[in-house]
Structure formats: structure tokens, C-alpha cells
């Protein structure tokens, strides 16, 4: 059996990763539904926020689920204890040292995986005892490791340093690329992008509709001096990258940046003026959809792949 589908108890090794005002409830329970995992991105939910989306995820689905944690969050601690009296099954953690919280998780029966962006942190996360990694490389939207390493180099730098179940994350929007992903190491593949446009993600649609219409070189990594976030080119991202190459200090930095930037763009639809954050896979995503037609479409596409690769195979 997969390694990634036996520790979450899940038929197929696809994970939605859990993503800030585009992964709730709705969104989660879909691809659990479908045979995946589905994390609610508790990053962008105040405590009594996500406690509504567990109760209401648990009501639409009787698959397991999981919570994304990012854990530089302010109420961490009330998170967590909302996430333990309601028994969610699955945790994964971001951000952070995956020392603070994996031993109290697991503790409570809760399984564990943590997202690094190197291999250094890979050994830390088994050290800990987490129950998988995921390793996401720079092409993915949101926050980015400031290794920039990509997803193609550090699944194979990973693999090697960690016996533990890995998940690849990072460009991974295809079952070809998950076909990619685990030749390389990988057990498993954890995808935001192409679920952020779903039908049920909770974004704006107005974000949807741009996300699908962007090519190549439509997002760019930037806010390096505070924490390294892949954005959509707007007049958000013309003011942030004007004012990094100006050298501004961080505090100048997060005084642009303010609070509320990502929910007035991928929540509320300001598509000037708020944080729009998406992966570069972006570019290969055409359609508005709902999880069931991504989920059938990345499985078709995976095994389709692996005769392809056999057949146009070489020897010497």
C-alpha cells in the first residue's frame, strides 16, 4: 500500500494543501470525499472561525481530515485546543519548529506532518517525530522558503535525508507532474493551486477568473525581507517590488503591506490592491471546476503517464 495513503487513511496519495481564504470547509470535505485529503488553512480563520468549518466538515464528510497550522499564528495555542476537543485526525504544521507542538498532537492520537523547504529541515521534522513531510519547492503560491530551491532538486535532496513518508508540493498541478514528483522520491504530492480555483474553494471569484487567465511569468516571489510569498503581478506587486528595489527597510515593508491585504484580494476580489497569492502552475490552469472533475483528471492523467514513460523509455 502507498505509504502517504496508509498514514491518513486515504485512498489516493493526493493531499489539497491548506491554503489562507481559499480552504475551508466546503473545499476540504470535497476532496476527502473524492479519496484525497482535505486540509481547512486555519492561517486566515480566527479560532471561532475554524471551529465552524471542523464542525461543519465533519458533517459533510465521514473521510478523514485535516487542519493546516501555520505556527507563527498569534492564537496557536487556541487553535490547537479547538483541534483536539474536536478529534480532527490530521494536523499539518508550517512556519515554524515542528518541535513545539508534534509530541502534544500526537499525544491526543493526532497525525502529523510538517512543510519544509530544505533538507536540513526535513532531518529536524524526523527528529520530532512528525508522521510525514511535505517538501515544497519555490514555485508554489503563499509563503516560500527562503532557499528558493526548486520543487525538481529538492524532492531528491529530501528522499535522502528522511526515511519518513514524503509529500511533494510546489509546481504540482497535473497527474504527470505527481507521476514526476514520486520517480523522484516522493510517496505522495500535496496541490493548492489547482484546488484554489475549484468550485468550492472559498475565494473570490473574481480571483478564480484571474488566476485561469494568467500565463507564464504571471506570479513573482517577493516581500523577501519579511517572509518570501509568491504573488500575482498586480499594482500591489508594482508597489512592493518598487519599493524593494529602492531598499526600503522591513518595517517600511510591512507598513505597505498593512494587515488584510490577502483577504481584500483572494477573499473580497480587490484584484488591484489586495495580496494575491497562487503558484506559478497557474499558467497550466484553464478551468473553473469542481474537485471532483480535478481529482478524476489528475488520476486519469497519472496513469496514463506511467505506460507513456515505459514505452518511450531508452537503453543502452
Known sequence: MNRICEVFNIKFPIIQGGMVWCSGWKLASAVSNCGGLGLIGAGSMHPETLEEHIIKCKAATDKPFGVNVPLLYPETERIMDI????????VFTSAGSPKKWTAWLKEKGITVAHVVSSSIFAA?????????????????????????TTTMSLIPSVRKATTLPLLAAGGI??????????????????IGSAFAV????SA?????????????????????????????????????????KAGKSPDEMRELLGRGRAKKGMFEGDLNEGELEIGQ?????????????????LLFEYQAAK?????????F
Do not use: W, Y
Open 307 to 315: 505506460p507513456k514513460v515505459q514505452k518511450d523509455g531508452f537503453t
Open 198 to 201: 475549484a468550485e468550492e474553494s
Open 83 to 90: 483541534i483536539a476537543k474536536h478529534k480532527v485526525p490530521v
Open 124 to 148: 529536524k521534522c524526523e527528529e520530532a517525530g512528525v508522521d510525514a513531510i511535505v517538501a515544497e519547492g519555490f514555485e508554489a503560491g503563499g509563503h516560500n522558503g527562503r532557499e528558493e
Open 204 to 244: 473570490h471569484p473574481e480571483f478564480k477568473k484571474l488566476v485561469i487567465a494568467l500565463g507564464e511569468g504571471g506570479t513573482k516571489l517577493a516581500l523577501k525581507k519579511l517572509a518570501p510569498t509568491r504573488l500575482v503581478k498586480n499594482s500591489f506587486f508594482e508597489q512592493v517590488d518598487e519599493a524593494e
Open 173 to 190: 498541478g497535473s497527474g504527470d507532474a505527481m507521476l514526476a514528483a514520486m520517480v523522484l522520491g516522493a510517496d505522495g504530492v500535496q
Open 281 to 297: 502552475v497557474s499558467a497550466q490552469i484553464k478551468n473553473i471546476r469542481p474537485v471532483k472533475e480535478i481529482m478524476s483528471e
